[in-house]
């Protein structure tokens, strides 16, 4: 097998002697192919058939103030913009005080989507430059409120939609997207959206969020992301019944009428865009397992929600292991809870049963299993059979074990009581970790962390439900409640606190946004044909060591949000040597330079380029 480093060289060659050969014929996504003869392929300038106001109107396009004088006769622009050619950095003092100005963080999310929707370039620079005081906007928890306004705050179409109406047009449909590289699309069916529920339609901030992580953070160009909406109806009664959503007004689509929607669109993009990565996104239980078994051995996809949620919540409680003062190989060692028995819930767990396997510290996978205790609305999954004081239990439990599929059953634990409560389950079990992935505020009750923090000296308190008004506990209580001591990592984030005692009790934030971007990046650019188990288990070893010893004794389990660029490039780097080491990369391999530097050359970086009219260009 050839090691990483001749992979490194190798990849690298293909970018620097490829060029434009490479592309059109190995596969490599364009953002990874540097200078060429071709300048169409020079970054250093852009050929355009547009010219006048057409450009000054495309958001992938438009420099907005910036355009210089010679672009502007080029153009047929003159006259057109404002006299004074105004550099970025003017812009960008411009657009942060308007936005400083707004007061609700709604209201910065409708600016923000306008500014997108105007001027890409700027879009991301000023996301890029203020990464952990935007994130909270474009994504979680602002994202979410905007989810729920969406009908309302409507300004202009981004993405596609493929509804009810479209079946039998799908494989034409794709063609109206007027780009033909695209290297990631995001889909949903807007069936779960966060821990908010079935918001139908309203779901595309989702896919344009992530989407937008995935530019900024992973990297990837913005004519190449995809946002999509399946409107397969919606169950959400207030939105059907509201005169001004834009969504199909018919229930949800179930059963094969469902599955061969989907089908269809998936199909249809595949044929379109066989290298594309597909990221499925906010599907509800099971629908999300489904597909992504029916689908993840065809093309390249993952989910989002089961597998990049389960490679962050991984690294946070080994990078936790490591701030307790132990190995990270001790994970067998750990008694987790998991509350919420879902696609997160469910996915998490087997990330952690996976590494505990790798680790090759537990004998068997069942051993794993019993290592970890799930709870679902019902409470525990327990055995029925010993609910004996309580026959109504037995018979409803018994419905609730031929209702849970085999996922869920490999986590029943025949030794105890059914739907036990939280609380008890918690003073049996002494737990060191617990996960919260139920979408419901305050499941972790007070007593539940209480007796948590009574037996271990720093409990694992993650909180992992979206957006913060559904997390299942605030930062402030779990600090209150296990006297500061408590490791805490939330979905969405929270201040850090300041204890009674004068420390300060540190928060993180544990969400896929830490892992999909960096996978996103080694996927498309090792042109990955399948997304393999091994990428995510890599990516949360690879974020698990990122913290310093230093931030690890305070808490700090992950660099911050602003650091999201140098996780992805980490993340991305690993995860295409992953794909190398697989045989599933597709990119062609000859001698050359790093891998790391390969990956972090095809990083889009938001720069204004001078724009050249060519008829024919496209
Ligand atoms: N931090 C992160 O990166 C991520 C967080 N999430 C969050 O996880 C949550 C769940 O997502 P999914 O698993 O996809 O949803 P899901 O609908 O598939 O699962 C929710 C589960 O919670 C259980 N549940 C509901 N009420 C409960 C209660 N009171 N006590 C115990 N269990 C209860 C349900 O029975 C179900 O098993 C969402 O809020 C989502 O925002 C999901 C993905 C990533
Ligand atoms: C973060 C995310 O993917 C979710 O809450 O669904
Ligand atoms: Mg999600």
Known sequence: MLSSRTLSKNLASVVRQ?????????????????LGTDPRKDKNIQLTPLRGVNIIHDPLLSKGTAFSIAERERLSIRGLVPPRCQEMEKQLLRIKRNLDALETPLAKFVFLSALQDRNETLFYKLLINYLDELAGIIYTPTVGEACLM?????????????????????????????????????????SRVLGLGDLGANGMQIPIGKLSLYVAAGGIRPRS??????????????????PLYLGMGHPRL???????????????????????????EDFKYPHAYNLLNKYQDKITCFNDDIQSTSAITLAGILASLKARGRSQETLNEERIICVGAG??????????????VAQGRVNSRDEAYSRIWMLDQHGLLGNPALNTN??????????????????????VKADMTDRLSLEEVVEQVKPTVILGLTGVPGVFSEKAIRTMA??????????????????????EEAFKWTDGRAIFASGSPFPDVNLPNGRVGRTNQCNNSYSFPGLGLGITVS??????????????KTIADMASPQQLKEGTLFPGVHYLRDVALAVGTRVCEVAFEEGVATAVLKEGEMLSDVVEGSMFVPEYVPLVHAPNAH
């Not at 009574?454 to 930062?475: G, M």
């Not at 042109?527 to 949360?540: D, K």
Request: aromatic share 8%; with cysteine.
């Open 343 to 356: 696609s997160a819930g469910v996915g998490v767990c087997e990330g952690i049963v996976d590494a505990m």
């Open 254 to 280: 179930d059963g094969e009428e469902y599955y061969s929607f989907v089908d269809e669109w998936v199909t249809a993009v595949h044929s379109r865009w066989p290298n594309a990565l597909i990221q499925f």
């Open 225 to 242: 992301v995809l946002p999509v909406v399946l409107d397969v109806g919606t169950n959400n009664e207030s939105l059907l019944h509201d």
């Open 527 to 540: 042109r990955a044909s399948r997304v393999t188990p091994n990428m995510f288990l890599e990516t949360a």
């Open 390 to 411: 309580d026959p109504q239990s037995i018979v409803g439990g018994g419905e609730r074990m031929s209702k849970l599929d085999e996922r869920q059953k490999c986590y």
């Open 18 to 34: 490829g060029r434009s050969l490479a592309r059109r014929n190995y596969g490599l996504p364009a953002s990874a192919i540097g």
């Open 150 to 190: 969406s009908h309302s705050i409507y300004r202009r179409s981004r993405g596609m939609y493929f509804s009810s109406q479209d079946r039998g047009a799908m494989s034409a449909m794709v063609h109206n997207w007027p780009h033909d590289e695209v290297d990631v699309i995001v889909v949903t069916d807007g």
């Open 454 to 475: 009574k037996y271990q000296e720093k409990p694992i308190v993650f909180p992992l439900s979206n957006p913060d008004t559904r997390a299942e506990c605030t930062a």
